[in-house]
């Protein structure tokens, strides 16, 4: 049953070793589970949260309404953007996750509602991988997203998304100040083993980044404790 109203998403939380928690966001007609084993390939000990889509189009559980394939219902997009962050925020709450370590994993439809939530709720997302994204919305002004990191992988025989409008993205978040990576594969719409091993890497380097600038701030702390 839809329950626009309420910030509660059916979702799947499976606990992890580390500190970092994927938000793992699905396609049309996709569901809780569908990403599962996606994030358990790209970081095999990390948190992974994954609620599901409440829009439905033809049955077909999405983030939000489109009035076409490629046109949104921009008033419903800004809507289902903030309900995603509040259920966020409760769900971090609920099972103790760091938020400076959330990162957001999207496929088409799911890419799109995540970078609508780094673009209309900045300091939801720690950073995003955008799988087969296009531009969601373009909010005036653009919000501070200084250092955040993102990852475009995007398919040059896309037949929904032309490449234009992945580069579109990449510069609507690079003029916010995102760190944005993009990278092009030689296919469609679906996700690819390429697509996953671009994305695991990319997330590798992340982690890292993450854990020195975290073991850098324990040492600041320690430093400058009493
Ligand atoms: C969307 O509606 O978000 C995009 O067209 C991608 C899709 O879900 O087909």
Redesign the pocket.
Known sequence: MNQPETPGFLHTFVPGRSARTLLLLH??GGNEIDLISLGRALDSDANLLSPRGKVLENGMP?FFR?LA??I?DEEDLIRRTHELADFIEQASTKYGLNRQNLLAIGY??GA?IAASLLLLRAGTLAGAVLLRP?VPIVPEPLPDLKGVPVLVVSGRYDS??PADEALQLVATLRGAGAEVSISFENTGHGLTEGTVEIARRWLATVGRVTELESSEIRNQQEASAP
């Open positions: 396609g049309t999405r489109r394939e490629g949104f088409s439809n799109n296009m929904i998304i």
